[in-house]
Every structure is written in structure tokens, then in C-alpha cells.
Nanobody
Framework: QVQLVESGGGLVQAGGSLRLSCAASGRTFSGRAMGWFRQAPGKEREFVAAISWSGGNTYYTDSVKGRFTISRDNAKNTVYLQMNSLKPEDTAIYYC?????????????????WGQGTQVTVSS
């Protein structure tokens, strides 16, 4: 098992920034690609960003490119999502997820472990 705990969510005005963190514990964190997803009220969960085990490769959904940055610190077993220039449409619960392999993918079904989520609310 891999336990994932997100933090850093909150209420921010449009144009502001937040930094989400995802701390992993339990079964090995190593060798896993990690991802961030989000789910807005009344909508399905959607992919936001993913990062390879080494951190050398990243993948973003088009709507956040240039505004969000995913990173990881393997020594701390932590993944981050820096969110800048936030928009009201970024409002959602943000989830961290761990893939079973090194694969970099936007497909939620391929991630084995999920955190409980952290709420991000962007006011206009």
C-alpha cells in the first residue's frame, strides 16, 4: 500500500497562486510516476499533470500548461503542484495519485493509489 496525503489547498482570488503537496508513505515510492487530477462539482475527474520517477519528464493537460508546474522530491517522498495565475474554472478537489509503474499517463484508471483530495477554490 501507498498512502497519499494532500495539503495546501484553500481559497484564493483569481490570478493568485497555491502550492499543493502530496506526501507519500508506506510501500515504496520509488519507481512510480505520479499524477495530479481534479474534480469539479458535477463533473468527472480529470487529469491535470503527471511526472516521471526521475522528474525529468512531465505531462500537462492543455488548460494548465504555462500556469501549473509539477515537481517531486524523492528524498522526501513528496510531489508538488505549483499553481499560478489561477482561474475560477480551476476550482475543484485536487487529488494526488501514484502509478504502479514508471509510465507517464493521463488515464486515471492506471493509477493504483489515491489521496483523499484537497479543495481549491478560486474566487472571481
Amino acid at each position: 500500500q501507498v498512502q497519499l496525503v494532500e495539503s495546501g489547498g484553500g481559497l484564493v482570488q483569481a490570478g493568485g497562486s497555491l502550492r499543493l503537496s502530496c506526501a507519500a508513505s508506506g510501500r515504496t515510492f520509488s519507481g512510480r510516476a505520479m499524477g495530479w487530477f481534479r474534480q469539479a462539482p458535477g463533473k468527472e475527474r480529470e487529469f491535470v499533470a503527471a511526472i516521471s520517477w526521475s522528474g525529468g519528464n512531465t505531462y500537462y493537460t492543455d488548460s494548465v500548461k504555462g500556469r501549473f508546474t509539477i515537481s517531486r522530491d524523492n528524498a522526501k517522498n513528496t510531489v508538488y503542484l505549483q499553481m499560478n495565475s489561477l482561474k475560477p474554472e480551476d476550482t475543484a478537489i485536487y487529488y494526488c495519485a501514484a502509478h504502479s509503474t514508471v509510465a507517464l499517463t493521463p488515464r486515471a484508471g492506471e493509477y493504483d493509489y489515491w489521496g483523499q483530495g484537497t479543495q481549491v477554490t478560486v474566487s472571481s
